[in-house]
């Protein structure tokens, strides 16, 4: 059974960063961000909320604007704070347990691509190009 790009992406194999169900989820996100962002209006961001992210537990505090590539990859446990200018490359699952604090400006990064650039690129069959990226999870724990 062949893996979707998405499946290899969670699984920390070589994947298609172009792959059109990543593009969309991406989509979501950029289409989602600016409601989250927006705090005039809090019934339309608290949707946006738990529409994006993966899980959103009791007493999330998002305390200022924050950007996410996927947004679904994120759960968020309970009474965690995220503070300005947090940003997730959530290219893998990003876990918070309770009560995480998050500082201003932190950045989460879960992908990478060789150092080698001669490794930084496939090609499909049909000689079209496409950029080779890795992932991996994080987790932090509670009360961190």
Avoid at 61 to 81: P, Q, R
Avoid at 94 to 122: M, N, Q, S
Wanted: charged fraction near 25%; hydrophobic fraction near 35%; charge should be negative.
């Amino acid at each position: 059974m062949t893996k979707t790009e998405h499946e290899k992406l969670l699984a920390g194999e070589e994947y298609d960063y172009s792959d059109l169900e990543l593009r969309k989820m991406i989509a979501k996100a950029h289409r989602l961000m600016p409601v989250i962002n927006d705090l005039s209006d809090l019934e339309k961001r608290q949707t946006a909320i738990n529409d994006l992210f993966g899980h959103v537990g009791e007493g999330l505090t998002i305390n200022g604007k924050i950007d996410a590539l996927y947004g679904n990859h994120i759960s968020f446990c309970d009474n965690d704070f995220i503070n300005d200018n947090v940003h997730f490359q959530n290219s893998n699952l990003i876990t918070l347990g309770d009560c995480v604090i998050i500082a201003p400006d932190v950045k989460f990064y879960c992908g990478e691509h060789a150092i080698d650039a001669t490794k930084r690129w496939g090609t499909y069959e049909n000689g079209q190009k496409y950029l080779i990226s890795f992932t991996g999870p994080i987790s932090v724990g509670n009360d961190v």
